[in-house]
Nanobody, 116 residues
Framework: QVQLVESGGGLVQAGGSLRLSCAASGSIFSINDMGWYRQAPGNQRELVATITTGGSTNYADSVKGRFTISRDNAKNTVYLQMDSLKPEDTAVYYC??????????WGQGTQVTVSS
């Protein structure tokens, strides 16, 4: 069994920063791609950023230059540093982790609210 625990969400003013974390634990042989997605009310879940095992990253155009995804393979953890936050970044943020031989797992979600 695999568990994903997210942390770091909250309320911040526009222009502020937050750092999200997602730690995987349990029966894990190795982790492939890791990523962050978000879903605002009334919208579909959308990709924010992904990172491969080797550290290659991909970002949604809306967050390029403001968000940074990183991972600590020793800790099975993925991070999302969010700077220069905007009200339109308000959403529930979910991590997604691809675990070798087991498939994809989602975190429980963490609320990020950016006030104007």
């Amino acid at each position: 069994q695999v568990q994903l625990v997210e942390s770091g969400g909250g309320l911040v003013q526009a222009g502020g920063s937050l750092r999200l974390s997602c730690a995987a634990s349990g029966s894990i042989f190795s982790i492939n791609d890791m990523g962050w997605y978000r879903q605002a009310p009334g919208n579909q879940r959308e990709l924010v950023a992904t990172i491969t095992t080797g550290g290659s990253t991909n970002y949604a155009d809306s967050v390029k230059g403001r968000f940074t995804i990183s991972r600590d393979n020793a800790k099975n953890t993925v991070y999302l540093q969010m700077d220069s936050l905007k009200p339109e970044d308000t959403a529930v943020y979910y991590c997604k982790v691809h675990i070798a031989y087991r498939g994809a797992y989602w975190g429980q979600g963490t609320q990020v609210t950016v006030s104007s």
